[in-house]
């Protein structure tokens, strides 16, 4: 049975704070994409409640998913507590238990170890985003772009080299159809212009514009609308709107002292795309501000 009293809970209290013994959610990873390889198929969380307590002598574990209890366990799965302790074999250290079927999108997920009020005694949190590899995508046509990647660049021609090549290593499909990447520079001298063109030889599948001297060919509606509401359409702005493309869903920005370091594969294109679809009022996304990022070095600041 459970024990009841202040003197278990702070005796409780102090074992949870020993080594071993911190509630923690293995899986899933906090900010990870979780696909369902099998549609219809229930979500599993890895929990660690640690290797000194024992559920129900220490307490009961709950799960809440956005903030409404999907599971009850002491140990078996139950309705109430009132149902607790059950005859199962007692949970401790590292467990698996099941959510249940999950809506696609992002969600929030906690876990706690309550005792015999039901007051929490530990708890451990992740945000996760869940997505059914099942669900089909009508916005993403074979061959088209989904991502215009737009780059800015002044001066720095081995800067953008760098960026460039960075990009062709980490982003998987770069070079193909399903990305569109353009650089956007200006050089000041004729020796900056050589620059430019060095890069441009070296990565051929990219299209360089010069500001202040686009082909008339590279325009957009979005770019016709701001010339039409008395917008300059030869300034850094309306070059900017004239790559802007209205038929590519999501935009991304560079700067040309960025670097990419790590990959952004094509199955996380993909599930990227399915999510944003369902927000329309989003045209442009980035790689950098996330919660997952560590802080700023120097301020030791979040960077989001």
């Known amino acids: 049975m459970l024990i009841r009293g202040s003197a278990w809970a702070w005796a409780l209290l102090l074992l949870l704070s020993g080594v071993g013994s911190a509630l923690d959610i293995v899986s899933p990873r906090e900010s990870e994409t979780v696909v369902a390889r099998v549609s219809g198929r229930d979500l599993s969380v890895q929990l660690d409640i640690g290797a000194d307590v024992r559920v129900p002598e220490h307490g009961v574990l709950a799960l809440y998913l956005d903030g409404a209890r999907v599971l009850l366990a002491c140990p078996d799965s139950v309705a109430s507590a009132v149902d607790c302790p059950t005859d199962g074999a007692p949970l401790s250290g590292k467990i698996s238990l099941g959510l249940g079927s999950v809506s696609s999108g992002e969600h929030v997920l906690s876990a706690e170890l309550l005792d015999a009020a039901m007051a ?148 996380q294109q993909l599930l990227t795309h399915r999510l944003l679809a369902s927000r329309p009022e989003i045209t442009a996304m980035s790689l950098r501000l996330h919660p997952g990022l560590f802080p700023c070095n120097r301020s030791l600041l979040p960077l989001y």
Not at 174 to 195: C, I, M, R, W
């Open 120 to 267: 929490p005694l530990a708890i451990a949190r992740r945000v996760f985003t869940y997505v059914d590899e099942a669900e089909e995508d009508d916005m993403l046509s074979e061959g088209a772009p989904a991502y215009n990647m737009i780059v800015f660049s002044k001066d720095r021609a081995c800067q953008l080299d760098q960026l460039l090549s960075s990009l062709r290593v980490h982003v998987r499909n770069v070079e193909t159809p399903f990305v569109k990447l353009q650089v956007l520079y200006h050089h000041s001298t004729q020796k900056f212009a050589d620059g430019y063109k060095a890069v441009k030889k070296l990565h051929p599948r990219v299209f360089f514009h010069q500001q202040g001297n686009l082909s008339e060919s590279v325009t957009s509606s979005i770019y016709d609308a701001f010339v039409a509401r008395g917008g300059n359409g030869a300034s850094f702005q309306g070059d900017y709107l004239r790559l802007v493309d209205d038929g590519i869903p999501y935009t991304m920005h560079f700067m040309d002292d960025m670097l990419m370091t790590d990959t952004f594969d094509i199955e």
